[in-house]
């Protein structure tokens, strides 16, 4: 290419000109050329992923007030439109005929009204662009990704949670695209428009969840790919758990229910994403992000050690919806320290026992308050999150927040009994990181129906001929951390320390099990070795049974609404259909036998 269009060349300095002519692709100055004239923005910035880059950032950021200094000066704040403080569910959708579940808009509709609210949305702002690789940079299976926005905010996140590789665009390569404003904050033009083909529009919006493309938007395209190609991309932390040798295992929980906690009990590759392909029959994982975004309620020093630890050292940091304190420093809810007098929150002004316009208390906080740092602060962080080749995967986990029926940890009798009962059965508390009632019970197979943009049956006959194809599928575990029993829960948040290592010790083939209609669960000796062994604790034989008690009937209620689910979707696989007949007749029959509940004593004498 000779020259690029003036729309390009007049808003780029002539050093940014010649760094975009020496990657020689036609692909990216075609998109950003368009978009150039669909935003107008007076400049264009190439952010390459230097230092350079991050101080020029990072101080528009705070020239433009996205973000406020704090006291440690690798310290930020955001905040976020009141009304602009989670996922918008309702604003986000595919550009595609009905798909059931998700959020669908006629393509053509659905474009034409976006980009008529992305029209000069730029105008009097720079627009920046970045580089990205999800998954190493080196790996053959990573995907380039460019983002578009006039947020130095979105910039400067994606710097800590991707991994910058312009140079990677060199020649005709291709790649998703991102293209987001924050438009003028009006949150009834909020829209987020995933177009299959590999674009997504953002605007109005500047909540992570819903501008930074990378995380959830990239998501539902690579999910897309994913089913196309036969691999999985999935809403899955990686760890690696001790035993004999390090095991890793992946770890499906909607947001808020245990995934970030999780992530941090072993070597640490991925707390949110992961690409899961099968290379020589073996499932091997990489998690295609560089950093965390994660919920910041509730993380406090005795509980969340590794965590707080890099919230409070030099390290780079942005808090968002926070309390800014006027001393320079945040304050989150649940954090065990004092709630302050006063101090600034997504509200504006705050103080202690301010009411919002109908009378309700507003937090210091937003429960949904966030912070972004990078991988390579966490102390648990395993190195091997950039080999190229992944981490071959030994066991999935699906964790619900589940008040009243799952059992703690059970693992599947297979693959497909697993993927069907334990992932495609997922049901969990509403999360805050979703805009709207938080609590209620939902429908949410592999925490994905947020991010599924393919049809469920395409997406669960993908899932198990993925597993069938490999020499050696991944064992599969169901996890719940929040079973109540009638004095409140009944496991305290280190449990969690004692089913990963039972995992462990099952892949080793050390711990035994017992069978029950749901699949395999502890044995009190080994639980009560464990507890001793993990955390130091003596594991009476009536936590046991009150935890292991498979509360049969709840199980079966359970199961029939998930069928009654399955059979109103067209395309359900008829082996889902089948694996959910078979777990329910497997239930009548302990039902007949035991009543509404069964006991581990009871199963093991019988
Ligand atoms: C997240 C989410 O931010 O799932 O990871 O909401
Ligand atoms: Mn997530």
């Not at 060349?9 to 150039?36: A, E, P």
């Not at 995380?215 to 897309?224: F, I, W």
């Amino acid at each position: 290419m000779e020259v690029f269009p003036e729309s390009l060349r007049g808003r780029l300095s002539s050093f940014m000109s010649n760094k975009l002519y020496q990657l020689h692709n036609t692909n990216l100055v075609t998109f950003l050329s368009d978009i150039v004239e669909l935003c107008e923005p007076d400049s264009v910035y190439l952010v390459e992923g230097t230092r350079e880059d991050l101080e020029y950032v990072k101080r528009k950021a705070l020239e433009n007030g996205e973000e406020i200094p704090l006291l440690n000066r690798n310290h930020t704040v955001h905040f976020d439109h009141p009304l602009d403080q989670a996922r918008a569910r309702e604003d986000t959708f595919i550009l595609s005929g009905k798909i059931p579940f998700v959020n669908t808009r006629p393509r053509e509709e659905g474009l034409k009204e976006v980009l008529g609210i992305l029209k000069g949305s730029m105008k009097n702002r720079e627009m920046l662009v970045g580089f990205y690789s999800l998954g190493p940079v080196n790996s053959k299976h990573r995907i380039l990704a460019v983002q578009v926005t006039d947020s130095t905010y979105v910039i400067h996140s994606e710097m800590m949670l991707y991994r910058s590789a312009f140079w990677e665009f060199s020649g005709n390569v291709d790649f998703l695209r991102f293209v987001h404003s924050r438009g003028t904050q009006d949150i009834k033009r909020r829209r987020i428009a995933i177009d299959l083909g590999g674009t997504v529009y953002s605007v109005n919006t500047t909540y992570a969840g819903n501008s930074v493309g990378l995380k959830k938007l990239a998501l539902r395209l690579t999910l897309n790919m994913a089913v196309n190609g036969g691999w999985l991309s999935e809403h899955m932390a990686i760890i690696g758990i001790d035993g004999e040798r390090t095991h890793y295992v992946t770890a499906s929980f909607p947001s808020g229910s245990g995934k970030t906690s999780t992530s941090m009990l072993g070597k640490l590759i991925s707390d949110d994403l992961a690409f899961i392909r099968n290379v020589d029959g073996k499932a091997r994982a990489w998690n295609p992000e560089a950093g965390v975004f994660g919920i910041i309620h509730g993380i406090n020093p005795k509980d969340d050690p590794i965590i707080w630890e890099v919230l409070h050292k030099d390290d780079e940091v942005i808090f968002s919806n926070v309390l800014l304190k006027p001393d320079g420093t945040v304050y989150w809810d649940g954090s065990g320290e004092p709630e302050p007098e006063k101090g600034v929150n997504f509200t504006g002004e705050w103080w202690k026992g301010k009411r919002d316009g109908e009378g309700k208390p507003v937090p210091a906080s937003h429960p949904n308050a966030r912070f972004t740092v990078r991988l390579t602060s966490f102390r648990n962080l395993d190195p091997r999150y950039e080999d190229p080749e992944g981490v071959e995967v030994e066991a999935m986990i699906f964790g619900v927040k589940d008040y009243n029926t799952l059992v703690p940890i059970a693992e599947a009798f297979d693959w497909a009994h697993g993927v069907v009962t334990m992932g495609a059965s997922m049901e969990s508390a509403r999360t805050s990181a979703v805009l709207g009632k938080s609590d209620e019970m939902e429908f949410n197979p592999m925490a994905l129906l947020d991010f599924i943009s393919v049809s469920l049956g395409m997406y669960l006959r993908n899932y198990l001929d993925f597993g069938r194809r490999l020499s050696k599928s991944p064992r599969i575990y169901s996890a719940n951390y929040f079973l109540k029993g009638e004095k409140g829960f009944l496991n305290s948040k280190e449990d969690k320390r004692v089913w990963l290592r039972w995992i462990a010790e099952r892949l080793e083939g050390k711990a035994g099990s017992i069978l029950t209609p749901i699949g395999y669960i502890p044995k009190y000796d080994d639980l009560s070795r464990l507890f001793y062994h993990v955390l130091g604790k003596d594991y009476s034989r009536e936590s046991y049974e009150a935890q292991f008690t498979i509360r049969l009937k709840a199980y079966k209620e359970k199961f029939k609404r998930i069928k009654d689910i399955y059979m109103s979707v067209d395309d359900t696989p008829a082996e889902v259909i089948e694996i959910l007949d078979k777990q329910l007749l497997e239930i009548d029959k302990y039902v007949r036998e035991f009543g509404d509940r069964v006991t581990p004593s009871q199963l093991e004498s019988s």
